[in-house]
């Protein structure tokens, strides 16, 4: 498996890192975009399971996050991230100019993937969205939610801590203690990430019949940080006939790296066989 690294400048003038897990021989492409406070190096395990089977697998850091430039947890505009996702696939299709490209989107990153999919990217074989983000459970503080539109109005850079519970995303012990030892997981966001968050969550909902692209949606069935709701709303509501739903009994909210994540790699393997 080759490994790779990089980096590209995005809207901003941001330095946007990324990294690569390349099989010898590749025949399709997921490009990663991950959650809240975390970064690409997280996503190592899909990589190397899904390396194994012959896909390229692709993960950036979004601005503010890991090792790419910005302010910890601030954009200006949900904008931003839509910028730091086209502009990445970009760089995808000109790494690998013959293969098709699947979104994959954990979290915050299914928010983005969500925003870019309402738009009708062109091209696309399909997406897959994970812990899915249109029903915040536990960060959704009413008094933190206030506070952050009036600040967000008058001092949008103002730093505030989104107090995630750690242990709500995995049963598994080990990748709870993997995360909090991580020197490159913040829990530090913006007034302006927060408005733009919620802003962003009523767009999707309003524009979700324009989703027409395949779709694989994965959920813990017992998130507390995003609830299943929201994933089963967008099965309900998305106007493509292709899409799925798993929900997992028991799993938090990080199904990818919670104890049965072996069936959850298998079923997006599965998904991604009959999308090639």
Partial sequence: MQTLEGYFVS????KIFYRGWRPAKA???LQVTHGFGEHSGRYEGLAQYLGSLGYAVYAQDLRGHGRS?????HIESWLDYWYDLTLFRSQLEALEPRLPIFLYGHSMGSLVVLDYLVKQPPDLRGAIVSGVLLEPGQPAQPLLVAIARLLSRFWPQAPLRLNLDINALSRDSATVQAYRSDPLVHNRVSARWGT???QTIETVKAQVKSIRDPL???HGEADAINRVEGARWLFREASTTDKELRVYPGSFHEPHNDLNKGQVLQDIAEWLERHL
């Fill in 11 to 14: 809207f901003g003038a941001e």
């Fill in 27 to 29: 025949k399709a492409v």
């Fill in 69 to 73: 430039t910005g302010q910890r947890g």
């Fill in 196 to 198: 733009e968050v919620l």
């Fill in 216 to 218: 694989l949606i994965l």
